[in-house]
């Protein structure tokens, strides 16, 4: 039996209530310079804490705010890398605990490592629910849509 809920909508990541945590996807290099990332890097910065934070492939980066998490994915080693199932797996489950310790049970994401990186949300998709399957969390996946 799945405690998890994973909802999909049409929509801005960024619309998400405050009350969610959010994540994505990023390289060691914390370069944030294409993609989804540019959004990240503009709206919370703290780019050289995260850098200060030196987490290898397969961790979870993170900045706090207000009281709420923003992690980071890290699943590959350069940002013009890409990532493995492995590495997002691994940076899943780095997340994940985060979350448990700390009592996260919203998270925002978008078809995290689907766009430039390439991956198939379909086996993404099979990897938050294995991962998560436990756990009281609800996820929301946001596609986005461009507006016109």
């Known amino acids: ?4 809920i994973i909802k999909e909508v049409n929509g801005d990541l960024f619309s998400a ?3 969610f ?3 994505h996807c990023v390289a060691e290099d914390m370069r944030l310079g294409k993609g989804i990332a540019i959004k990240f ?3 919370f910065g703290q780019i050289a804490n995260l850098k200060a934070q030196n987490v290898k492939t397969g961790g979870v980066a993170l900045v706090k705010d207000k009281s709420r998490y923003i992690y980071y994915l890290v699943t590959k080693q350069t940002s013009w890398g890409k990532p493995t199932y492995q590495s997002l797996h691994s940076s899943l489950n780095a997340m994940r605990d985060h979350m448990l310790q700390h009592n996260v049970n919203k998270l925002a994401i978008p078809r995290i490592g689907c766009g430039l990186d390439g991956l198939m949300w379909s086996k993404v998709n099979d990897l938050l629910h294995e ?3 436990k756990d009281s969390i609800e996820i929301i996946v946001y596609n986005y849509v461009p507006t016109k």
């Open 1 to 4: 039996m799945s405690n998890c």
């Open 17 to 19: 209530e405050s009350s």
């Open 21 to 23: 945590s959010m994540a």
């Open 41 to 43: 890097r503009d709206k």
């Open 131 to 133: 991962i998560f399957a």
